[in-house]
Structures are given as C-alpha cells and as structure tokens.
C-alpha cells in the first residue's frame, strides 16, 4: 500500500536535549494512524516537524512521495493540543482569514465554510466574536478550519478534549467520514479507548525513540501472552481446579454469582494450543464460554513503555 | 507574498478597527486644540486681572517712581501711615510696599519692604524692583549734575539681523520655529515609536495566550507572521499620523477663516507651540509676525514630512522587532519588565540628547548620536530643519538599514522559538540559547 507520509530517521535536537532520536514512522493512505506515547516523549516535536514548523536536524520526510516543501503545508490540516482562535475577532472573518492562509481563495472559502457551518448548524455565528462563545462551541470552529481546505493529511492532537460525549462523538463520526472520503489521519492522544475505536495503525514513542509500530491488530497478536479465559459450569469446582491445574497453568480462579459458573484464566505453555486445551476441558466440564485474551490499547501502550524503561 | 499581505491586513483592520485607535485618532487633536485654547484663555484671563499695589514713602523720594501699567495700578497711601495703610491693603489691595524713612540716597535701598497676604508674583516684585532703581538711578545723577535727558539719549537699542550665506533671512523667531519644528517631530516619533512597538509585542502576547500561534505558523511562516504584524501595525501609524496632519490643515483652514490673515500666523505657529515661546510670539511685532510665518514656509517641509516617513519607519521596524521578541519571549504582559528597560533606554537618552541637539544642532554630540542607528531617528529629525548635510543623512540611513536588518535577524530567532514556548519565564542566557536553536 502506498503511504501518504513517510518519515526517515528524523532527528531533532533543543540544546543538550534530544527530543527525536532517528524516528521513521510511514503512515499509508487512507487510514487513520495513531501516534501515541507519553508526555513529552517527542510526539509534539515529530508533528510540528511535519507540519514545517520547526526543521529536523537530519532525516527526511516524504509527503505523497515528495520530500516537504512549503507548498505542502496547503495539503496538512493540524489541530494543535494547544489551540486557540483569536478571541475579539468575528468567527466568520476569522475563518475566512485561517483558510485564506491555507490558500484557498475568499470566494471558494466562503462556499465551504457555508456548508459546514451549515452542516454543524452553526449559521447564526458567524458574526459573533470567540469570547462569545463557550468552549466547545469555539472547538467545533477550530474543527471546521482544520479540515475546511480538504487536506490530504489531518493531524489531530487530542482532537477530543474541551468537547462534551456527544460533540466528541459527532467529532468522531467527521473524522471517519473524512478518512472515507479519502484522508489519511495522524491521530494523537493519551486516550485509548479512542485508540481502539479510530486507529488502523499506531507508533508508540516513548524518550525521543520509536519502540513499535505496526497494524494495531499486529501489534495486538504480537502482545497476546496466550491465555484464555474459560467459563465452565461443574459440580465439584475444587477438584476441577486442581485436575486442570495438573496439566495447564491456571493463573486466576473466580466463581461468578449469578450462575454460580467457575472462570479461570489459563496460560498455555509454547507447545500447546487452543485445541489441546478445548479438548481437554469438554471431557472435564460444561464449557459456557472460551476466549482468547487480546490484550487492550492500553495494555499494549503500558507494558511497551515498561520494557522500554 | 500574498499571505504576507493577508497578514498585513488582518493587523492593520485588527489594530484600526480597535476602539481605542479611533479614540486616539479622533479625540487627541482635538485634546490637543482645547488643552492648548485653555492655556492661551487662562493666559488671557491673568493678564488681564489687575492688582493694585499700595505704597507708603516715608522717604518722599520715590512717589513719583511708579507709572500705572495694564496690569498694575499703585496707589499713594503714604498719608495713613504705614499701618493704617497695612490694615487697608488688607482689605482692599494686592499688597502695600514700604520705603522707609532715610536721611541720604545712598542708604536708601536698605529697608524697603513689600506686604502681601500670599507670597507675591517673582514678576511684580521685579517690576517694582525695576521701577525702584531707575527713579534712583535718576536721582543720583541729578544729584551729581547730570543732564538725565542728555544721558538717556546716549543709549542705543540693539537688534542684529542674521541672514546666512545664500542670503535667506533668518531670525530668532526662526530659530525658534526650527526647535519647535525638530523638538516637536522628534518627540512625536518617540511617541510613535513607543506606542506601535507596545501594540506590535501586545498582538505577539495575545496570540500566545489565545494560543492560536500554532494554528497560524502550520500555514505561514514565523518570520512572515512576524513580519506582517510589525507592517500592518507601521500602516496604522502612518494612517494615524495623515490623519492627524490632514486634521491640522483643516483646523489651520478654519482658524483663517474664522480670525482672518492675521491670525493664521500665530495660529499656525500656536499648533506647535508651547505658552513661553507663544508669548514671545505676541509680544514681538507684526513685522516679526509676517518673518515667522516666512520662516514656516522657509523650513524644509517636505524634506521633513518625507524623513519623518523614513525614520519613523526606520526606527520603528527595529523597536518593533524587539518588541515582538520580547513578546514572544513571555507568557504575559507583566513579564515584560525586564526586557523593556533596556530597550527604552536609546529613546530615552535620544529625547534627552535631542534637548541639547536643538539648541546646537551641529556639534558633535549631535552628530555622534544622530548618526547612531538606536537614537537617530529622534536626533535626526530634531536637527533636519536646521539644515543637515546630506551625506550624514545618508550615511545615518544606511546605518539604520543595516541595523534594521540585522535585528531583525535576531528578533526572529527568539520569536520564532519564543513563541512555542509557554510557562517558562526567560532569561537573558535563555534567549541568548534560543539564538543557536
């Protein structure tokens, strides 16, 4: 698959501190890409370089095959965590002027900003001033000039903070409506469960240092620890414990109240499988139900930074 | 380019469409006209109040000293004694002065007093002083057998009339018009310079706390950004500034039409003025009236109006852009302490400088600090209309392009870090570091 943004061993140093340390991410068309890591990890620093911002002191970075070039910044929509409007000036001058830098024409600016407004249902603001409006109401027109000149790249840091659930969610939809329509996504949060919804891929930076990318559902089997978590229904729970403890490792037992039904998580070992363990069971016990634990974005984003320390 | 006047627009409406720009604009000429007409009427009112000032001669010598003038009225109370008329000028007078009684001429200045409720007028007190020694001076040469009308006809008034060597006139009332000229251009573009460069860094501070910086700088340029703040803010001082030179032609129109000729010339001179040199103006004669207004049309207005243009720009886009970097260099206004003193340091000593410049407008200090890049567009334009000679302007422009682009240079290193920079108060080391960033 063809990528819209790939990142080369980009380096970038503030005096003695190394804020990227030969980073090479490649984010492919048409998907929505997580860039995750923890405060001050670098995430900020690699997305203001793709947005030309500031330089990188090496490396190379390649927007739909060609190296960055100032034109480029006409084809990203960004949405800053730290943003902002100008807060005296009229919501509709203001975007006219935010999308007039980004290079569309004043007449071609005002068809579009019309349709979203209109789509958010938000004509009656345009002649009020930011102060005016509470926080949320500013965030969906920072939302709007963000993706008003139709990028081919959107980078949204914590597109969702200062939105209430059911903005957020209106949010969300737009996002995957516009990676539909054709947009490729950089997408950056602490959020996972957003994660685990929006992102085809993800990089995890952690101290200035790439530590994983991939498909998340690669990352996802590659950080499956093969247990499986097991509901059986049985008379004697003691003495099923202990039978299947002789031959499996049972890490954790419980017995749920509602239908008295024993679960146990169960570790297999390298040289056995899912099968052998279903088999076993069946002959043992009723079995309610089987799953394979996938371990959660979260999880992932924590053990990753772990083993990194 | 075309964002950079997108840019530049946006500033401009931003900073003319403000209130307080048109308040400015409109309301500070018309301050100026009715600060200056109050001056000018509480003038008129004092001189026309007269004070009468009593006087008892225990001497009788001196009676016939003093001349009733437009302000001053004296009257003889010598009868009543000199507490008799004490407790009458009490009531009634400005103030009572006492000459005691004396046996010779000679010992007469000792002793004489003046009596008043509040401390008197220094120029009453040396008129009488004045009138007091020539009716002694009078009597002392009768005393000695002189001829007093022979001996006043001995004294010659004295006026030199300076022309310079291509043969123009000049006169102190030029001269005077030159300072009033340079003084008061050079004090307005310290103001200029003072006002615009504080807007310039307050638009930097209010899109770091609005924190709409990073959505600007991912489509433009920080140097661009910076570049059209400081631009679009030079516009509306230059607006500001046509403004208020069209407003005073208009009001020069209508004081013509209003007071007829006459007045133009004092009216003119009147905008600029401050009350000692106005008085100056009314007590010298007409003919000295119609040299004034000779000597306006004689300075180099157009030069003037033209250098005003240059050097207001000039040391307006380098203040400007420290400004801006200090701007970016804080969180908030408060912050700014401690960058702002070094920089209005060079205005200051420009306007102090600019002092002595007009009373000598081609020594070398004068020289030295009309050409340095920091101070020259305040001592320049005080000594432009004295006549300046080219190559030192030329040189001291140049001077000040080169310093221009060179701190801009530098304003844009820091900007271009400070403004991403939030919760951390700089120092100088700090800054010095962002320069190699």
């Known amino acids: 698959m063809e990528n819209i943004l790939t990142v080369e061993n980009v380096c970038k140093t503030y005096g003695n501190f190394t804020a990227l340390n030969n980073v090479s991410i490649s984010v492919p068309k048409g998907s929505i890409f997580g860039l995750l890591g923890p405060n001050g990890a670098g995430k900020t620093s690699l997305i203001r370089i793709i947005n030309q911002i500031t330089l990188p002191d090496s490396g190379t970075i390649l927007l739909d095959g060609e190296p960055l070039q100032p034109h480029h910044v006409h084809q990203i929509g960004y949405l800053p965590e730290e943003r902002g409007l100008y807060k005296s000036m009229k919501v509709g001058e203001q975007a006219l002027y935010l999308a007039q830098l980004k290079g569309l024409s004043e007449s071609e600016a005002r068809k579009k900003l019309k349709y979203w407004f209109e789509k958010f249902e938000i004509s009656d603001w345009w002649n009020k001033k930011i102060q005016e409006l509470s926080k949320g109401m500013a965030q969906k ?14 980078i949204f840091d914590e597109p969702f903070s200062g939105f209430d659930p059911i903005n957020a969610n209106l949010i969300k939809d737009e996002i995957l409506k516009l990676r539909d329509e054709g947009a490729s ?6 959020r996972m469960e957003s994660v685990e919804e929006l992102c085809d891929y993800i990089a995890l930076i952690n101290k200035s240092n790439k530590i994983l990318d991939g498909k998340l559902n690669d990352v996802k089997q590659q950080f499956k620890t093969n247990q499986f978590e097991v509901g059986l229904l049985s008379n004697n729970k003691e003495e099923l414990i202990a039978n299947i403890s002789n031959h499996f490792c049972v890490e954790n037992s419980r017995t749920t109240t509602v239908d008295n ?27 309610n139900h089987f799953t394979e634990i996938i371990p959660s974005a979260n999880d992932i984003f924590l053990k990753a930074v772990a083993n990194n320390e | 380019m075309s964002k950079l006047k997108l840019i530049i627009k946006r500033e401009f409406l931003a900073k003319v469409k403000n209130k307080s720009f048109i308040i400015m604009t409109i309301l500070s000429p018309l301050l100026m006209v009715g600060l200056f007409s109050l001056i000018v009427f509480l003038n008129q ?3 026309e109040e007269v004070r009468t000032v009593a006087f008892v001669d225990d001497s009788h010598m001196l009676s016939t000293a003093f001349t009733d003038t437009p302000s001053t009225k004296y009257i003889d109370l010598t009868p009543l004694g000199i507490e008799e008329a004490r407790m009458q000028t009490e009531k009634s007078y400005y103030g009572v002065l006492y000459i005691p009684k004396v046996d010779s001429l000679t010992d007469i200045s000792k002793g004489i007093e003046f009596y008043s409720e509040d401390s008197p007028s220094l120029n009453l007190i040396s008129d009488i002083e004045n009138n007091l020694e020539r009716k002694i001076r009078n009597l002392k040469i009768e005393q000695l057998h002189f001829d007093v009308e022979k001996i006043k ?3 010659t008034d004295v006026e030199i009339a300076t022309e310079n060597f291509s043969g123009e006139k000049s006169s102190k009332i030029g001269s005077v018009l030159r300072m009033i000229a340079g003084g008061g251009f050079g004090y307005l573009i310290f103001m200029f310079i003072i006002i615009y460069g504080t807007s310039v860094m307050r638009s930097v501070i209010e899109e770091k706390t609005s924190r709409i910086i990073e959505v600007i700088i991912s489509s433009v340029k920080p140097f661009q950004l910076m570049l059209g703040k400081i631009l679009g803010n030079a516009l509306a001082g230059i607006l500001q500034f046509v403004i208020w030179m069209i407003s005073a032609g208009l009001l020069l129109f209508v004081v013509t039409l209003i007071f007829g000729p006459e007045a133009t010339s004092s009216g003119s001179a009147m905008g600029q003025m401050n009350p000692e040199m106005l008085q100056q103006v009314q007590q010298s004669s007409a003919t000295d009236l119609q040299l004034a207004l000779l000597e306006i049309k004689n300075l180099p207005i157009l030069t ?12 307006y886009l380098i203040y400007s852009s420290i400004y801006a970097a200090i701007g970016a260099a804080v969180d908030s206004e408060t912050d700014t302490q401690q960058f702002m003193m070094p920089v209005l340091m060079p205005l200051m000593i420009a306007i102090y400088v600019g002092f002595s410049v007009i009373e000598n407008p081609h020594g070398p200090i004068a020289i030295g600090f009309s050409l340095f890049p920091l101070t020259s567009p305040i001592v320049m334009l005080m000594r432009i209309p004295f006549g300046v000679p080219w190559w030192q302007i030329v040189l001291s422009m140049a001077l000040l392009l080169v310093t221009f682009v060179g701190i801009v240079w530098f304003a844009a290193k820091i900007y271009r870090v400070g403004i991403l920079m939030y919760g951390k108060k700089p120092n100088y080391k700090e800054l010095y570091k962002w320069l190699k960033y």
């Open chain 2, 45 to 47: 009112k004092n001189s």
């Open chain 1, 261 to 287: 039904e024993l679960r146990l998580l169960i570790g297999l070992k390298n040289n056995e499988t899912s099968t052998d363990l279903i088999q076993f069971l069946n002959n043992k016990a009723q079995i």
């Open chain 1, 141 to 154: 027109v920072q939302f709007i000039v963000t993706v008003l000149h139709s990028p081919k790249l959107l």
């Open chain 2, 304 to 315: 003037m109006f033209f250098s005003f243009i240059f050097y207001f720009l000039g040391g």
């Open chain 2, 153 to 155: 006809k001995t004294e």
């Open chain 1, 185 to 190: 996504i950089i997408f950056s949060t602490h």
